[in-house]
């Protein structure tokens, strides 16, 4: 099947030609002509299946038709990073339609917002803050929209947006088409689509699994060993561009500096800088500026950068759905990508969840050569990730002598895991079999 199916106005279509596209990814062919005949629309996909276009598309098309000038689609997204992503693809699939997008968050000066408001614009893509602050001051006029899109909306909810969200649908017409994308569907999001959807068509790819061209693999390594297993890692893979995951912004900013300091061009992401100085971060990661991009989820969501070869999770996330979000970054569309995770002992629970999520076992990996065996530097206690439970006190010198024990007790339930529990020495504990002892850094090519 092709995007000609679709029947969709030939200057959209010629664009959509422009962007490289040639065949409908799974949401897409879901999603495109539901939404053309005017049907509310429940999707559930992640990052990198194509969804933004699976809305843009038949957004597009419809507003081809009607009056110009005034606010007739508005998105809702979670993240500023995510907005401008949208905004992007609206511009570039409407690029001949003369349709006119504008994005709407905080952060950055709102005169031009309102002046662009003012001077007309068919297409706003919005954070909700920031939305409600142009309702409240009369500088938005929405009582011609014609489209409401909830993106990422599991997201929205976990930033605590949904209050808001309530609040902007007391502002627009109620007699609207609806469609509402999330990657997840947890109960807070079924009862809102329950709410303001009007019989609508579930489309769904991939039931949270990640993209299948990406592959992934656990490195079971002590905390303190972290940067310097990573640093042995980047030094032996053929990487585009990595984009790495930490729990916090201190821990962001710290690795950034980390990697700066090794000599590679790096940047951090995280929530505490300026909305320059994230463009500029941004910027240069998608333009190759920075090979290495270091951020939290909350700063790395949305962030669509097609280069992304690897994804290194140097701090395990907290849910099976984070971490099918974060991979998500790589392996984007027809590219295939490698996804890292670091794991230490107190990661094992949250391990055996993110592999009944997948329903597999990872594979378990260390790098050859790497010494697992070093103490923990003082210094680095500061930058020791705080235990999620109260760790038994351990002496330096047992980590000497077995370190494997105190690496990795993975236990896991995966049928053939006789060796768990069981570490080589020298060697971290691995589940589901021996472990690959050779970081093989050719299975990617360039
Ligand atoms: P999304 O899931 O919307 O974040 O899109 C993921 C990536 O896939 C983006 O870089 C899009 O430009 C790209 N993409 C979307 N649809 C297609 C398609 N039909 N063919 C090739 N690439 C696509």
Known sequence: ????????????????KEAGYVTPTPIQKQAIPTVMLGRDVMGLAQTGTGKTAAFALPVLNRLMEGPRGRVRAL???????LAEQIHESFITLGKQTKLKSITVYGGVNVNPQIQSLRS?????????????????????DLSHLEVLVLDEADQM????????????????????????????????????????LTDPVTVQVGNTAPPVTVSHALYPVEQHLKTALLLELLKHTDTDSVLIFTRTKHRAKRLGEQLEKAGYKAASLQGNLSQNRRQAALDGFRDGTYQILVATDIAARGIDVSQISHVVNYDIPDTPEAYVHRIGRTGRAAKSGDAFTMVCSEDSLMVRTIEKKLGAPLE???????????????????FARPPREPRTSRKPADAKKSPGASINPFK???????????????????????????????????
């Open 364 to 382: 378990r990996r260390t790098v050859d050569g790497f010494d697992y065996t070093l103490p923990a530097p003082r210094k680095d206690a500061e």
């Open 157 to 196: 909810f976990d930033m605590g947006f949904l209050p808001d969200i309530r609040r902007i649908l007391g502002h627009i017409p109620a007699k609207r088409q609806t469609l509402l994308f999330s990657a997840t569907m947890p109960p807070s999001i079924n009862k809102l689509a329950h709410d303001i």
């Open 412 to 446: 896991t339930d995966h049928p053939g895991n006789k060796s768990a529990g069981r570490p080589q020495q020298g060697r971290p504990a691995v589940a589901g079999g021996a472990p690959k002892t050779v970081f093989n850094s050719s299975r990617r090519g360039k």
């Open 120 to 140: 007309g614009v068919e297409i706003v893509v919005a954070c909700p803050g920031r939305l409600l602050d142009h309702i409240g001051q009369g500088t938005i």
């Open 1 to 16: 099947m092709e995007f000609q199916a679709f029947n969709l106005h030939p200057v959209i279509a010629a664009s959509i």
């Open 75 to 81: 998105v809702v997204a979670p993240t500023r990073e």
